[in-house]
């Protein structure tokens, strides 16, 4: 049966990004069988002009009845000053809270192509592979209660509350313990527990689904240590898990241990592998509409979709075989380029992978 693929381009350098992953979905269509049908819709700021909110609730309501979501990015200087509310995000975040999908898988893994893009060493991050699990639709993102109020003394306070149930945890943690089993059976859980009561209990639940997996080498490690961990010795990391802020975080600062944040993939998945897929990069307005961005992060998040919710995990291969392939070519985008290779333009870059498949 056609699946039903529901393309979000979404602000900024999204639409340059989506073309270029939408070109080799279609050129995979003709060339293998693919059998999606593919719609785009608007999400973000670009949803917030025509609509006045970020998400329409027909957008919403598509995404629901779609097999998967390819998203750009979201966000930009225009929409900056808007209530917080309709802000781009928010957008992003009813799609990720309302379709359930609390479990973002972001892959670190450097191309070896691309070990001397990284700004460390290469030895440091030769042979990288890192899968982190990041809690997608609860804690501190989504707690309650928060805002911005005044003080009786006339003062304001803003407030957020960092929340995690004991259930949220126990489904992150599975599918964190459960990639582990398919790569190298260590696990790294990262929290404040020396802090924060809710990553104390965050630990305690970790430790309880443990023995449920007795192959699997678990380690806790206080995000702060983390952080100096993986720009010290990344390669010690197998699967890391954690929670949607220190996630956010650490996500970002682990793309660049791949060369550059235009390398980085991402999955996010309800209980039943339905998901929506996005580079973990954002809206980059400072470069959209110049036709430079790097559309691999979004290229290897069509792989993704193809591999976990569309069934394909041959064209995922596929993809990734061409996007070596590319990369061995000496074909970059300014933002892994290097002496002697061949910088090439977004669009310049999405054919080259068409060609290499
Ligand atoms: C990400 C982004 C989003 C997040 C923003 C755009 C809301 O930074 O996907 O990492 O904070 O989750
Ligand atoms: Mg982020």
């Given at each position: 049966m056609t699946k039903q693929v529901l393309i979000l381009p979404g602000d900024g350098i999204g639409p340059e990004i989506t073309a270029e992953a939408v070109k080799v979905l279609e050129a995979l269509k003709a060339s293998?069988?693919?059998d999606i049908e593919m719609t785009e819709d608007l999400v973000g700021g670009a949803a917030y002009d025509v609509?006045?909110?970020?998400?329409?609730d027909e957008t919403m309501d598509k995404a629901q009845a779609s097999d998967a979501v390819l998203l750009g990015a979201v966000g930009g200087y225009k929409w900056e000053s808007l209530d917080i509310s309709v802000r781009p995000e928010k957008g992003l975040l009813r799609l990720r809270k309302e379709m359930n999908l609390f479990a973002n898988l972001r892959p670190a893994v450097?191309?070896?192509?691309?070990?001397?893009?990284?700004?460390?060493k290469p030895e440091v991050v030769a042979g990288l592979d890192i899968l982190i699990v990041r809690e997608l639709t609860?804690?501190?993102?989504?707690?309650?209660?928060r805002g911005i109020r005044t003080l009786e003394n006339g003062e304001r306070q803003g407030y957020n509350t960092y929340v995690y149930s004991e259930s949220e945890v126990k489904r992150i943690a599975h599918v964190a313990f459960q990639a582990a089993m398919k790569r190298n059976k260590k696990l790294t859980s990262v929290d404040k527990a020396n802090v924060l009561e809710v990553t104390e209990m965050w630990r305690e639940v970790v430790d309880e689904i443990a023995p449920q997996y007795p192959e699997v080498e678990v380690k806790h490690m206080y995000v702060d240590n983390a952080a100096m961990q993986l720009v010290l010795?990344?390669?010690?990391?197998?699967v890391m898990v954690t929670g949607n802020m220190f996630g956010d975080i650490l996500s970002d600062e682990a793309s660049?241990?791949?060369?550059?944040?235009?390398m980085l993939a991402s999955a996010s998945l309800d209980e039943n592998n339905k998901g929506m897929y996005e580079p973990?990069?954002?809206?980059?307005p400072d470069i959209?509409?110049?036709?430079?961005?790097?559309?691999l992060a979004t290229i290897l998040s069509a792989a993704m979709m193809l591999r976990?919710?569309?069934?394909r995990e041959d064209l995922a291969v596929k993809i990734e075989n061409a996007i070596s392939k590319v990369l061995d070519q000496g074909l970059r985008t300014g933002d892994i380029y290097s002496d002697g290779m061949t910088k090439v333009s977004c669009s310049e870059m999405g054919d080259a992978v068409v060609a290499a498949l």
């Open positions: 293998d069988n693919l609509h006045g909110v970020p998400l329409a450097l191309f070896p192509q691309l070990a001397s893009a990284s700004t460390l609860g804690g501190i993102y989504f707690g309650q209660p010795n990344p390669k010690q990391f197998d660049m241990l791949t060369g550059s944040i235009g973990s990069h954002g809206s980059a959209a509409g110049q036709n430079i961005a790097n559309p976990y919710s569309l069934g």
